[in-house]
Nanobody
Framework: QVAESGGGLVQAGGSLRVSCVAS????????MSWFRQAPGKEREFVAG????????NYVDSVKGRFTISGDNAKNTVYLQMNSLKPEDTAVYYC????????????????????WGQGTQVTVSS
């Protein structure tokens, strides 16, 4: 029901765009976010978008380099990643909530009730 695409291998300084589509959901999405997990590390919030009221959040390490965008009507979200660094290497997961609307816990994966299988992003130095 949640499918990511667009990962791959890129050199440091390059760009990639990953996409996520949520389908077959009983309720409309409220939040769609990207998390990532690098080998040996915990899953971390990267960027998220709340549709109504609209808000966008980023983890500090990607501000100015990554841009999240999307289409609420299509349950689609994108993550444009520029100026990629080797430390951005991870599996990127799309997490979707159909109920959470708050302002403070969007970094908590437990607030999301759907997630995809992930797409690998590898940045070589």
């Amino acid at each position: 029901q949640v499918a990511e695409s667009g990962g791959g291998l890129v050199q440091a300084g390059g760009s990639l765009r990953v996409s996520c589509v949520a389908s077959g959901l009983t309720f409309s999405t409220t939040y769609m976010s990207w998390f990532r997990q690098a080998p040996g590390k915990e899953r971390e919030f990267v960027a998220g978008i709340r549709w109504n009221p609209r808000s966008i959040n980023y983890v500090d390490s990607v501000k100015g380099r990554f841009t999240i965008s999307g289409d609420n009507a299509k349950n689609t979200v994108y993550l444009q990643m520029n100026s990629l660094k080797p430390e951005d290497t991870a599996v990127y997961y799309c997490l979707v909530s159909t109920h959470y609307r708050g302002d403070t816990e969007y970094t908590n994966p437990l607030k999301y009730n759907h997630w995809g299988q992930g797409t690998q992003v590898t940045v070589s130095s």
